[in-house]
Antibody, heavy 120, light 110 residues
Framework: QVQLQESGPGLVKSSETLSLTCTVSGYSISSGYYWGWIRQPPGKGLEWIGRIYHSGSTFYNPSLKSRVTISLDTSKNQFSLRLTSVTAADTAVYYC?????????????WGQGTLVTVSS | QSALTQPPSASGSPGQSVTISCTGTSSDVGVYNYVSWYQQHPGKAPKLMIYEVSKRPSGVPDRFSGSKSGNTASLTVSGLQAEDEADYYCSSYAGNNNYVFGTGTKVTVL
């Protein structure tokens, strides 16, 4: 059974960089699939952030592309999210997910999510 | 890419059916048969209920069904049960390795 777990600071100061890590168990991320990040502001809907293929190719939401980096650490079976120059609008629950076996496949396994609050 | 449009709420009595719409554009829902639906209970992660418009992952009851016509996809929950009360989100592949989600619908079992 594939399991994902997000980790990282729950509080980030405005203008700084948000960094989260997703640890995957039950599947080797270097074997295949896309691995991605989705966020959900409190009381609001889901927003696609981006994903990385097991080969290392990255694909980002155009609205966030200038501030987002997703990377893999296959030695630790982890992938990470960096979001720079954060503002209060970036306050959200951040989910990591196994984001599909092909270009058009949707995320199937999700982590439990972690709340990140941006403070001024 | 703009969010797909869903009604804010829907409701039905136990045993009845409820249908949720998801309206996109000719750049996402209208051109790709890659619409998915997620169920989200309060404080929980979304759960994949439907993919590729009408396919169900293993373990999802056949009370859940999906369809699409033009730029609008739909999720129907038949034989409503108390446990079906949740938020539901549609999602569509939008090209260039990107996805777009719907605005979400809160389903209430009366």
């Amino acid at each position: 059974q594939v399991q994902l777990q997000e980790s990282g600071p729950g509080l980030v100061k405005s203008s700084e960089t948000l960094s989260l890590t997703c640890t995957v168990s039950g599947y080797s991320i270097s074997s295949g699939y896309y691995w991605g990040w989705i966020r959900q502001p409190p009381g609001k809907g889901l927003e696609w952030i981006g994903r990385i293929y097991h080969s290392g190719s990255t694909f980002y939401n155009p609205s966030l592309k200038s501030r987002v980096t997703i990377s893999l650490d296959t030695s630790k079976n982890q992938f990470s999210l960096r979001l720079t120059s954060v503002t209060a609008a970036d306050t959200a629950v951040y989910y990591c997910a196994r984001a599909g076996s092909s270009t058009s496949s949707p995320p199937d396994y999700w982590g439990q999510g972690t709340l990140v609050t941006v403070s001024s | 890419q703009s969010a797909l449009t869903q009604p804010p709420s829907a409701s039905g009595s136990p045993g009845q059916s409820v249908t949720i719409s998801c309206t996109g554009t000719s750049s996402d829902v209208g051109v790709y048969n890659y619409v998915s639906w997620y169920q989200q209970h309060p404080g929980k992660a979304p759960k994949l209920m439907i993919y590729e418009v009408s396919k169900r992952p293993s373990g999802v009851p056949d009370r859940f069904s999906g369809s699409k016509s033009g730029n609008t996809a739909s999720l129907t929950v038949s034989g409503l049960q108390a446990e079906d009360e949740a938020d539901y989100y549609c999602s569509s592949y939008a090209g260039n390795n990107n996805y777009v989600f719907g605005t979400g619908t809160k389903v209430t079992v009366l």
